[in-house]
C-alpha cells in the first residue's frame, strides 16, 4: 500500500537566508511549509542521515550528484526563474510490506511513467522511519521543451493512479477509494462501527422494524427514538432526521433492504402473531434517579458530569445508542474528548467558567515568560564567541522549553475547547430538559383523560 501527495516549491530568494542558517539545516526533521526552496528540498532528500549513505539516491534526466546544478540550468536556458521553481512529492508504503530496495525501483519507475523525458526528477528512498517512503524533487521547468508542470488536480489524480497500479503489479496492497461524500473520518468510523449519525440511526431502524406491525407503528417507534421519518410516495427516497439535523439521511444508504420497497414488503409479510412488545425509550428522568447528585447542571463540572452519564460513557453504562437523549447523539463520536475534558476540570477543581478563565489567563502568562526565556537562549547561540560545547547545552535548554510551552499550548487550547463545548452542551441540556417536562405533562394529560 502506498500513498502520495505534493506540494510546491517557493522560490530560492526567499529561502537563500534559510539555507545558510546552520541552526535549521543541521535539523533533519523538518515539516512540509519549510520547504521554502529547490536547493533546501534538493539537500533534505538525499540527507545521507536518512538514506543510508546515499545508497539509495537515484536522478531521472538528471545527475543524481549535481541535480541542483542542472536543474538550474535548464531554468536558465529557457529563461524560467519565476513563479514555481519545483515540486516536492512523497510516496509512503505501508510498515513491513516492502525491501528497501523495491521501495527505491518503484519510485524510479514512478517518476518514470509519471514524467517520462520532459522533466528532471531526483528520487530518493528515506529508510528513517518505519513507513519507508520515496522523495520525488521535480524540477518546474521542462528539459525538453521548456513548458512548466502545474502540478494540476488532474496530474496529482494520475500520479495516485500510476502509483495504484505499480503497487498491483509488485503485489502490494492499494488504499482502496472510499465511496460518497461523507469524509473519511466518517467512513473510517463507520468501519469500526464507531457510533456515526448512520450507524445510530441504522440501529433504530432495526429496532422499529423488530417491533412494528404496520408502517404506522414503524413511525411512530422512529418518532420516540428521535427520528422523523419522510414517506412521501412523491419522493424516490425514504429519508430521516433528528429535529437538529440540517441535513436528512436517506434509508436507502444504510443498505439495500432499507429501500422503500424493501420496508414496505417486510411490514406487509409480517405474521399475524404478535411481535415483541416495544418499550419507549428511557427518559432522562429515570436515568437521574440512579445517580441524583447530577440533576443540577449550574455549574461547569456538575454540567461535564450530567452530559457524560447522558452518554453513559461516564460512568460507563451498558445502553443502546438509541436510549441516549436525541440532542447528544452526535457527541457519542467525540464521547472520548469530552471524557479528557471533564477530567481536566476535576483535576483542577474547575467549577464555573471564571475560573477556567483564570487557569486560561496564567497559563497564557506562563507562555509568554517561557518564549521570552527561549529568545534569550537562542541569541546567546547566536552570539559571536560562543563556542560549540556552549552552544550545545543552550541548544539541549531551548528543546525543554519547547517542549514545555509546546504542553502549556495544548492545556490552552483544552480550555479554550472546553469554553466553546460548555456553551453547546448547556443549550442541548436545557432542551433535553425542556423535552422531558414536555413529555412528562403529555403522559399526565393522557392518564387523566383515561381515569375520566
Keep these: 500500500m502506498a500513498t502520495c501527495k505534493m506540494w510546491n516549491v517557493g522560490s530560492l530568494k526567499q529561502s537563500s537566508k534559510y539555507i545558510k542558517n546552520k541552526d535549521k539545516t543541521k535539523n533533519p526533521e523538518l515539516d512540509e511549509p519549510q520547504f521554502y526552496s529547490l536547493r533546501a528540498v534538493l539537500d533534505y532528500a538525499a540527507n545521507s542521515d536518512k538514506t543510508e549513505q546515499q545508497y539509495f539516491v537515484s536522478g531521472v534526466n538528471c545527475s543524481a550528484d549535481y541535480s541542483y546544478q542542472e536543474m538550474l540550468t535548464v531554468k536558465t536556458r529557457f529563461g524560467k526563474h519565476s513563479g514555481r521553481r519545483g515540486y516536492h512529492g512523497v510516496q509512503s508504503f505501508a510498515e513491513g510490506e516492502v525491501t528497501p530496495e523495491i521501495a527505491h525501483e518503484i519510485g524510479c519507475e514512478l517518476a518514470r511513467r509519471m514524467w517520462g523525458e520532459d522533466f528532471q526528477v531526483l528520487v530518493t528512498t528515506h529508510l528513517n522511519t518505519a513507513h519507508l517512503h520515496n522523495h520525488f ?33 509488485y503485489n502490494l496492497s492499494v488504499v482502496e477509494k472510499s465511496t460518497g461524500r461523507a469524509p473519511r473520518s466518517i467512513v473510517e468510523a463507520e468501519k469500526r462501527g464507531a457510533p456515526t449519525r448512520k450507524v445510530i440511526l441504522k440501529e433504530a431502524v432495526d429496532e422499529a422494524l423488530a417491533h412494528a406491525r404496520s408502517m404506522r407503528e414503524f413511525k411512530f417507534i422512529l418518532r420516540d427514538m428521535g427520528y422523523f421519518l419522510d414517506d412521501n410516495p412523491n419522493h424516490k427516497h425514504w429519508t430521516a432526521r433528528q429535529s437538529d439535523w440540517k441535513q436528512s439521511i436517506r434509508l436507502s444508504s444504510l443498505g439495500g ?196
Design 137 to 169: 524533487v521535480v524540477n518546474s521547468v521542462s528539459c525538453a521543451d521548456g513548458r512548466k508542470f502545474r502540478n494540476t488536480p488532474a496530474d496529482y489524480a494520475r500520479l495516485r493512479k500510476l502509483s495504484d497500479e505499480l503497487c498491483r503489479e
Design 257 to 452: 433492504e432499507y429501500t422503500p420497497e424493501a420496508i414496505t414488503k417486510l411490514l406487509a409479510s409480517v405474521p399475524k402473531r404478535p411481535k415483541p412488545r416495544y418499550n419507549p425509550r428511557p427518559r432522562t428522568t429515570q436515568y437521574i434517579k440512579q445517580e441524583p447528585s447530577i440533576l443540577a447542571h449550574t455549574s461547569l463540572f456538575r454540567a461535564y458530569r450530567k452530559y457524560c452519564y447522558l452518554l453513559g460513557v461516564f460512568p460507563k453504562r451498558n445502553i443502546r445508542p438509541t436510549q441516549v437523549p436525541p440532542p447528544l447523539r452526535d457527541d457519542l463520536l467525540h464521547a472520548r474528548k469530552i471524557i479528557a475534558q471533564a477530567k481536566y476540570l476535576a483535576q483542577y477543581k474547575i467549577e464555573t467558567t471564571g475560573e477556567l478563565a483564570q487557569r486560561k489567563t496564567i497559563l497564557t502568562e506562563k507562555k509568554k515568560e517561557l518564549e521570552s526565556a527561549r529568545r534569550c537562549l537562542q541569541n546567546e547561540i547566536r552570539r559571536v564567541g560562543s563556542t560549540e560545547q556552549e552552544r550545545v547545552e543552550l541548544r539541549g535548554k531551548v528543546t525543554a522549553l519547547s517542549e514545555e510551552i509546546r504542553k502549556i499550548k495544548q492545556e490552552v487550547k483544552l480550555c479554550e475547547d472546553i469554553e466553546a463545548r460548555s456553551r453547546v452542551m448547556r443549550e442541548r441540556l436545557n432542551r433535553v430538559d425542556t423535552e422531558e417536562k414536555q413529555i412528562s405533562e403529555n403522559d399526565k394529560n393522557k392518564n387523566t383523560k383515561e381515569y375520566q
